[in-house]
C-alpha cells in the first residue's frame, strides 16, 4: 500500500476536505443556474425540480420526509410542494399513517416534466470531460458521502 493509498490522518483530511468545499459550493450554484436558464419553457424551479425527483426515486412522502432527506426546512419543501401542486406537478392524498401530515405524490404531469428536466441534465453532465473513470466518480460519490453523513444531524428548521 503507497503513501496514496493510505486514510488521511484527521488534520491533513480536513485540508483537503476544505479543497472540496471549496469546489463544491461554486458548482452547486454553477448547476443550479444551468438548471434554471430551462425554468421559463419548464416552468420549474430548482426547488421544485428536488421535490419531484424525489417522489419519482422515493414514491409519496410528507413534507417532513422531504425536508429531512433534503436537508431543507418544512416550510421551503412546503412552498415547493405548493408550487408544484399549483402546475398539477403533484397531488396531496390522505396519510393512513398520520392524519394531520399528508402525502405528496407526483402525478404523471410531474413524472413527464422531471423525466424532461433529468433529461436536459444528463445532456450537460455528458460534456463533462477529463475522461473520468468509473472509479473516480465512484470515490467522489465516497468522498461526498461521507462528507454529507457529518452534517447529517444539523437541523435545518
Not at 115 to 133: I, K, S, W
Request: aromatic share 4%; charged share 25%; hydrophobic share 40%.
Amino acid at each position: 500500500m503507497n503513501d496514496t493509498d493510505r486514510p488521511l490522518p484527521p488534520d491533513e483530511l480536513g485540508h483537503r476536505l476544505t479543497d472540496v468545499f471549496d469546489l463544491v459550493g461554486p458548482l452547486y450554484r454553477r448547476a443550479l443556474r444551468k438548471v434554471e436558464q430551462g425554468e421559463p419553457v419548464e416552468g420549474a424551479s430548482v426547488g421544485v425540480r428536488s421535490v419531484l425527483d424525489l417522489l419519482r426515486k422515493q414514491g409519496d412522502m410528507t413534507v417532513p420526509q422531504m425536508s429531512r432527506i433534503q436537508a431543507l426546512s418544512r416550510q421551503f419543501v412546503q412552498r415547493m410542494v405548493n408550487e408544484a401542486a399549483a402546475h398539477g406537478w403533484v397531488e396531496i392524498v390522505p396519510n393512513p399513517a398520520h392524519q394531520r401530515s399528508s402525502l405528496i405524490r407526483i402525478t404523471e404531469e410531474g413524472r413527464s416534466l422531471i423525466a424532461t428536466v433529468l433529461g436536459r441534465e444528463h445532456t450537460l453532465n455528458r460534456q463533462v470531460g477529463g475522461d473520468l473513470t468509473d472509479a473516480e466518480v465512484r470515490a467522489c460519490v465516497r468522498v461526498l458521502t461521507e462528507m454529507l453523513k457529518t452534517f447529517d444531524h444539523v437541523d435545518v428548521d
